[in-house]
Nanobody, 115 residues
Framework: QVQLVESGGGLVQPGGSLRLSCAASGSIFRLYVMGWYRQAPGKQRELVATITSGGSTNYADSVKGRFTISRDNAKNTVYLQMFSLKPEDTAVYYC?????????WGQGTQVTVSS
């Protein structure tokens, strides 16, 4: 298994930006498909973006054009750069590392978009 620790969340005004980071340890990082998910109060956890070891990306329709997922395999870190944030983006954001056999989650980091 891989251990994941998210950071970078906080309070931001609508239209602002944040960059989330997820640091991985305990396994071979390059073997994992990495993803960001989010969960708002009263809502199910939803996929935000994924990135393969080769750099192929996938985004939820709600964040396309505003968020960018990237990874630095040498640093064992995945990032989520968020621009043009909306109040609807408010949620706890979770990092995920997945293979065909396993799925690991971080503890989450709170993102609040509010005036």
């Amino acid at each position: 298994q891989v251990q994941l620790v998210e950071s970078g969340g906080g309070l931001v005004q609508p239209g602002g930006s944040l960059r989330l980071s997820c640091a991985a340890s305990g396994s071979i990082f390059r073997l994992y498909v990495m993803g960001w998910y989010r969960q708002a109060p009263g809502k199910q956890r939803e996929l935000v973006a994924t990135i393969t070891s080769g750099g192929s990306t996938n985004y939820a329709d709600s964040v396309k054009g505003r968020f960018t997922i990237s990874r630095d395999n040498a640093k064992n870190t995945v990032y989520l750069q968020m621009f043009s944030l909306k109040p609807e983006d408010t949620a706890v954001y979770y990092c995920n590392a997945g293979t065909s056999r396993t799925s690991s989650w971080g503890q989450g980091t709170q993102v609040t978009v509010s005036s």
